[in-house]
């Protein structure tokens, strides 16, 4: 029998407008929308549907609201499908605080807020530091590593077969996208972001994070959420915490996740949440995998539709 995964997006999925469409359609949705706002108490609807750019873009403002959609995404499928069965959970950077939130390890406030304030953390790593992240495209991983080892950054993302991301500081990225060009690479592309993510110029945030989970009731997930750190199950509740840690300087191996759930039987999996890039890495991963999404009230439809 087939299993099915849900899969929660990550920061850079955030664009303005992001679940309007919902919260006008379903009065479910517009409850959350108004059920977060009363959790962080500031507007973070207003910031998710109407920007400015500016606004969302603030690391502290995207986390929160990619959580909020993809959350609000999930509430609706699971009101339209009642049937929805799921035997796994996993998410892209941040949105492993959502995989763990759908997957009962922690209550909707508690993860939204954490969130929050691991953007918080993030943003203020990001001031003091001056980093950067760039796409390495058409370059395999061996390449890529020995392109970091040279440049002095590091390996962030290892999304998919020829899409890989580097971190670190400003001026050594762009020495390492004219290396990487030089050993192969299609294109080396400089990303529009506030620092450099998961590299250890985020280290700052760390202790401060770690702090944040010590307030956080932690609960055994009730299905297995796959770590960006291990791309294997979260094991104790106190490994974890010590994982969501890590995970700010880690790299995330999302290829790996998914051909870890691959191997354990999953043919179906369903991204949540803004934007449909976890959709593209999964078509470059495994092309005959069953891939869904629920971003919008379109795609939402189209998904209850292929489900039955």
Not at 5 to 21: I, R, Y
Not at 111 to 138: H, P, S, Y
Not at 167 to 189: D, F, P, Q, V
């Amino acid at each position: 029998m087939s299993k099915t995964a849900l899969l929660f997006a990550g920061q850079g999925a955030q664009v303005v407008g992001m679940g309007k469409d919902l919260a006008a359609t379903f009065p479910t949705a517009k409850a959350w929308f108004d059920r977060a706002n009363a959790a962080l108490g500031y507007d973070l609807t207003a910031i998710c549907f109407d920007g400015p750019e500016a606004e969302l873009t603030k690391t502290e403002n995207a986390q929160p609201g990619i959580f909020l959609v993809s959350w609000v995404a999930y509430q609706l499928l699971k009101e339209r499908v009642p049937a929805l069965t799921f035997e796994a959970t996993a998410g892209l950077s941040l949105g492993e605080f959502t995989a763990l939130t759908a997957a009962g390890a922690m209550s909707f406030e508690d993860g939204l807020r954490v969130v929050r304030q691991r953007g918080k953390f993030m943003q203020e790593a990001c001031d003091v530091t001056k980093g950067g992240m760039a796409a390495i495209i058409g370059l395999e991983e061996a390449p890529t590593r020995e392109v970091c080892a040279e440049a002095g950054v590091v390996l962030a993302n290892l999304n998919c077969p020829g899409q890989l991301v580097i971190s670190g500081e400003a001026e050594k990225i762009a020495n390492a996208c004219e290396l990487a060009k030089s050993k192969g690479a299609k294109r080396a592309i400089p990303l529009v972001v506030a620092g450099a993510y998961h590299s250890p110029l985020m280290a700052s945030a760390q202790p401060k994070l770690r702090t944040e989970l010590v307030n956080v009731k932690l609960s055994a997930p009730r299905v297995p959420v796959v770590s960006n750190v291990t791309a294997q199950p979260h094991a104790g509740l106190g490994e974890m915490s010590t994982r969501l840690v890590e995970q700010v300087t880690s790299s995330v191996r999302w290829e790996e996740s998914m051909r870890y759930l691959q191997a354990q039987g999953f043919t179906r999996f369903i991204e949540l949440g803004p934007g449909a890039a976890l959709s593209g890495f999964m078509k470059r991963i495994d092309k005959s995998a069953q891939m869904l999404n629920v971003a919008d009230a379109a795609s939402l439809e189209a998904t209850v539709k292929a489900l039955g």
